[in-house]
């Protein structure tokens, strides 16, 4: 589907290199990143859908962008809507359906209880993924149901070449989705794990049963997954099409849930009774487990590093740049043995030419820049070989530090995307109030002797930050000495303006990539995500406090996004 721009850089004299284009060469872009389902629209049906990434796109391109990032957009659990988190995938070789723009769908009626119903979910705070889901899927049922969608010749053919194409791995989706639905109402939970033993392998007699018995609900799970890629690829060439020259920056999630279908269909990929997590660090002081299930080293040497590659192709597809969460797993992953504490875990090492090689085969024949995420405890030289295979860097202002101060703007490397924070932290306003150490230590997962360590850190930080921005030129003098003062009052928050710079110092880094977050160019304060938490935080609900339809004149959106589009212009 990408266009593939000759390269720009030479290749090394041994290893394979990921793609970067010609024109970016010599130059410098910029982008807004956010989440998909966080987009407000009067007419979405209270979740952001494909649609309104295709608009979103169109206003980021007016204002001189050149992509926009994504969450993971892969396959939850959709009989089980709250397993919202689209890092936690069911399989990353497939898309989520409630980002289907019903409206959108040929066939689609509207009715009167429909729109009203859409248009109340619309209008809450947060997004109602139960509710969305029963709405979206009913509607979509009965578009199926009536054969409406096949008054187009094209789109029936479409559909048939599609499922020829994706052949068993679709087929096997749809039917986990199907069992997966027929489980939940038997009372059982949405993943394998809880289903009575016959239906827990895809190969048993019961299972082959079922699959005869409702073939129709297998093709419509088919059908969702076939409108999910339908409606992407129509943001996709939105993007390019608005001007943009990378535009979709996607997000590969590093695993998948242990009982989803990716795990079902193929359980001798992974390793199993294994989780992935992080080892005890400064957000975290018992280490985290993830809850995801690792693929198995030996499968990926036995194979050719299918089952990496696959879902990496899957998401390609429609990517001018990918993100690789936790790139470090190119190399090794920690694993936590299930029922254990993540301090209790181990480093477990991973093939890592074959799968950069791998990576970087399928980044040239997609046309696809590959930025790596490589936060946490990354290994020594680790970065280099990334640099080295032309992955970017991942460079985030909060924690780009020399000792104590900030680094300044033209330390940044220059094969790297440059970004204030992630969604796994807290936006510029409330990291200067130090709203997320508070909510930290207020569910547990920092105790009070490092809730108040790090709120002494955080002042300090406050203050070697300004300094960082006046030496770098993204403040004037007299404005530096204005915001060091109100470095000392965390509570009142500096004007605009400091927004502006923040944001003024990511453009003036040699980094080739920078990327504004939705929230910090609308004046979120609410964290996307709090990481190590389930219940205790309302994670990945929160939507954008300014709709689609008035973004493009926000006065806070049209101030950042003018200043970088003239530090980063388009030539």
């Known amino acids: 589907m990408n266009p593939e721009p000759e390269s720009a850089d030479p290749r090394p004299a041994a290893g394979r290199v990921c793609h970067i284009p010609g024109w970016l060469a010599d130059t410098r872009v910029w982008g807004v990143s956010l989440q998909l389902y966080e987009l407000r629209s009067r007419r979405n049906w209270g979740i952001g859908d494909f649609a309104d990434l295709a608009s979103v796109c169109d206003i980021a391109a007016e204002a001189g962008a050149d992509f926009v990032g994504l969450n993971p957009l892969h396959a939850l659990f959709l009989a089980d809507p709250d397993r919202c988190s689209p890092f936690s995938p069911s399989s990353r070789r497939f898309l989520n359906p409630l980002y289907i723009a019903v409206d959108q769908v040929a066939g689609y009626e509207p009715s009167g209880p429909v729109v009203a119903k859409a248009r109340a ?73 809880d289903w009575p033993r016959e239906y827990a392998h895809p190969r048993t007699a019961e299972v082959t049963e079922f699959a ?54 193929d359980r001798d990929a992974y390793v199993v009774g294994q989780s992935i997590g992080a080892p005890p660090d400064y957000f975290s002081a018992y280490g985290q487990d993830w809850g995801l299930t690792p693929i198995a080293p030996e499968t990926l040497e036995r194979t050719g590093c299918a089952a990496f590659a696959e879902p990496i192709a899957a998401s390609m597809r429609f990517a001018g740049a990918l993100r690789i969460d936790h790139v470090m797993a190119l190399e090794r992953l920690f694993f936590v043995p299930e029922g254990r504490l ?84 807290a936006p510029l306003r409330a990291w200067w109030r130090g709203d997320d150490i508070r909510l930290r230590s207020g569910i547990g997962a920092i105790d009070a002797d490092m809730a108040a360590t790090q709120t002494q850190e955080r002042a300090a930080e406050r203050m070697a930050l300004v300094e960082t921005l006046g030496r770098s030129g993204a403040l004037a003098p007299e404005e530096a000495n204005r915001y ?25 880094t040699p980094s080739r990539l920078a990327a504004a977050r939705l929230a910090d160019l609308t004046g979120d304060d609410r964290p996307t995500n709090l990481p190590g938490t389930v219940d205790a935080y309302p994670n990945w609900r929160f939507k954008c406090p300014v709709s689609i339809e008035d973004l493009a004149h926000d006065e806070r959106f049209e101030r950042i996004t003018g200043m970088l589009a003239a530090i980063r212009p388009k030539s």
């Not at 039917?175 to 009372?187: D, K, P």
């Not at 076939?226 to 939105?238: K, P, R, Y």
């Not at 009052?489 to 110092?505: C, D, L, S, V």
């Open 121 to 193: 979910l619309s209008a809450l705070p947060t997004v109602d993924y139960r509710q969305v889901a029963a709405l979206k899927i009913t509607a979509l049922r009965q578009i199926w149901a009536s054969d409406a969608w096949r008054a187009s010749t094209s789109d029936a053919a479409a559909f048939d070449l599609y499922c020829a194409r994706r052949g068993e791995t679709l087929r096997r989706h749809a039917l986990f989705e199907a069992l997966s639905e027929e489980m939940v109402a038997r009372g059982f939970g949405s993943g394998w794990r």
């Open 342 to 425: 993540p301090a209790e875990g181990r480093y477990v090492d991973y093939p890592a030419d074959a799968l950069m090689d791998a990576l970087a085969d399928l980044s040239e024949t997609h046309g696809a820049l590959v930025i790596g995420e490589d936060l946490g405890v990354v290994p020594e030289g680790f970065r280099e070989r990334m640099a080295a295979r032309r992955i970017l860097s991942y460079r985030i202002a909060y924690f780009e530090k020399s000792g104590e101060r900030f680094r300044p703007a033209e330390e940044y490397p220059e094969l790297a995307i440059a970004c204030l924070s992630t969604h796994d932290l």
């Open 212 to 265: 005869r018995a409702n073939a129709d609900e297998v093709r419509f799970q088919c059908w969702l997954q076939w409108l999910c890629e339908t409606q992407l690829e129509n943001a996709a060439s939105s993007a390019r099409g608005a001007g943009m020259r990378i535009g979709l920056y996607l997000d590969f999630a590093v695993g998948e849930a242990p009982d989803g279908s990716a795990t079902w269909t």
């Open 484 to 508: 060091a003062d109100a470095a000392d009052k965390p509570g009142e928050f500096p004007p605009a303006g400091f927004a502006a710079a923040m944001h003024r110092f990511i453009a003036l």
